[in-house]
């Protein structure tokens, strides 16, 4: 399996990004599908979940009522709809599937700054 993440790039403090995963080689409906950021010097922590079964999703303390994560079955597809960017929202992002193996994606770019 493989997935691609895009739509990363800079913003100004208080704009929005959509970010995008696209999957091959694997069936998003069957993952719990995942978003982590890694900002420079720190650990990769993560940011959104959303479950494989009953689509339950779950957020960092951090980005709760700014972040979305969804999925799009039929596109094999997750989205992480980020609002309200600050500074501390600095990273590169990671789209992960899991299930009995885990699955990474390369990363993409957030930089918010002024």
């Known amino acids: 399996g493989q997935l691609v993440e895009s739509g990363g790039g800079t913003v100004q403090p208080g704009g929005s990004l959509t970010l995008s995963c696209a999957a091959s080689?694997?069936?998003?409906?069957?993952?719990?599908m995942s978003w982590h950021r890694q900002a420079p010097g720190k650990d990769r922590e993560p940011v959104a979940v959303?479950?494989?079964?009953?689509?339950?999703?779950n957020y960092a303390l951090s980005v709760e009522g700014r972040f979305t994560i969804s999925r799009d079955n039929s596109k094999n597809t997750v989205y992480l709809q980020m609002n309200n960017l600050q500074s501390a929202d600095t990273a590169v992002y990671f789209c992960?599937?899991?299930?009995?193996?885990?699955?990474w994606g390369q990363g993409t770019e957030v930089i918010v700054s002024s």
């Open positions: 080689g694997l069936a998003i409906s069957r993952y719990a």
């Open positions: 959303s479950s494989g079964v009953g689509n339950i999703t």
């Open positions: 992960s599937a899991v299930d009995s193996e885990r699955y």
